[in-house]
């Protein structure tokens, strides 16, 4: 292996320093790239084959998506979700379009998608499926990789994953990965979900037995238990399809999406589903701060620019949250 230079020894020295350690990286120092081409700061050039594990499929600074990105960032490049804005109407509609679901649920990192996934379940299953509060089961696979939040490695195979981070968060039953009779098995009257990846990602690349997803989804069907395809890092045409179900003629009933959706320049995540899983979800039901109530008071000093004067999104009104 070739030795490090001063130049190169010295970043890395800098990110251990100031870094949690909680990464092994390779000894290469990243300064530009272009499609599939990555620059070190020494000048050497690479083809990026890991592409961020998906998360720029569509290769580095795709010229479209970096236009889109600088256009977008001249005009508006945060609303909360208190106001409607020009692009999510449209935005909503393609995704929804293009995955064939009726509605889409957006978030940030994968983590945060699959955790939506998992409260979406727990939500349908007792509204919809009536399993007792708090008894909601979801079923997972051994060696999967679904991020990294407290529940998430809960159920991770790897030790190392979990270590020191417990107490866990309980309603979760692990099988092995490309068994669907040990799927049927594992169902019991309170399963609510299956949650699974298409090919195992970070295992190791584990492509399941052909007509595996295909039959979890008929298992799924009968039991009512919903089928959640995790497709953070399969997603957009990563196996030489849109989708990875999609090579088994399979339709998630939630299927989670991420990485490369944000086009490799920041993070974008979504589920995806139906409508009759998705109304599970009220306003309030996401954590976001809800101004409506300041917008059912008139607002008595909004003669003077203020910070803090908010402005209906339906009717004009402004209001200032302190008046009562
Ligand atoms: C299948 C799968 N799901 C979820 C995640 C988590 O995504 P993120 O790192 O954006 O939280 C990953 C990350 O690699 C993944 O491979």
Request: aromatic letters at 8%.
């Amino acid at each position: 292996m070739a030795t490090t230079s001063p130049k190169t020894a010295s970043y890395i020295e800098e990110s251990e320093k100031y870094s949690a350690h909680n990464y092994h990286p390779l000894p290469v120092v990243l300064e530009k790239a272009e499609r599939v081409w990555v620059w070190d700061v020494e000048g050497k050039k690479y083809m990026d084959c890991l592409s961020s594990y998906s998360a720029i499929n569509q290769g580095h600074r795709h010229p479209k998506i970096i236009n889109a990105l600088k256009e977008q960032a001249d005009r508006l490049t945060l609303t909360s979700r208190g106001f409607y804005n020009d692009k999510m109407g449209s935005w909503l509609k393609l995704l929804c379009e293009l995955t064939g679901y009726e509605k889409a649920l957006p978030m940030n990192t994968g983590a945060e998608a699959v955790e939506t996934a998992l409260k979406t379940a727990r939500k349908w299953g007792q509204y919809v499926k009536g399993v007792p509060a708090g008894s909601q089961e979801i079923i997972v696979c051994a060696n999967n990789f679904h991020g990294r939040t407290i529940t998430i490695i809960t159920f991770s195979s790897d030790a190392q994953t979990k270590d020191g981070f417990g107490p866990y968060t309980p309603g979760f039953v692990t099988i092995p990965y490309g068994d669907a009779k040990a799927l049927e098995k594992a169902i019991t009257k309170n399963t609510v979900a299956f949650m699974v990846e298409p090919i195992q990602g970070e295992a190791g690349v584990v492509v399941p037995p052909k007509g595996y997803l295909k039959e979890c989804a008929e298992i799924c069907r009968k039991h009512n238990v919903l089928l959640v395809a995790d497709e953070v890092q399969t997603g957009f045409c990563r196996t030489g399809k849109w989708f990875a179900c999609q090579h088994e003629g399979v339709r998630a009933d939630i299927m989670v999406l991420g990485k490369a959706l944000g086009g490799g320049m920041y993070p974008v995540s979504a589920i995806v589903c139906d409508d009759k899983i998705m109304s599970v979800f009220k306003p309030g039901s996401r954590p976001k701060k809800d101004m409506r109530p300041y917008f059912k008071r008139k607002c008595k000093r909004h003669c003077k620019p203020c910070p803090q004067v908010a402005i209906c999104p339906t009717n004009g009104e402004r209001a200032h949250p302190s008046d009562s």
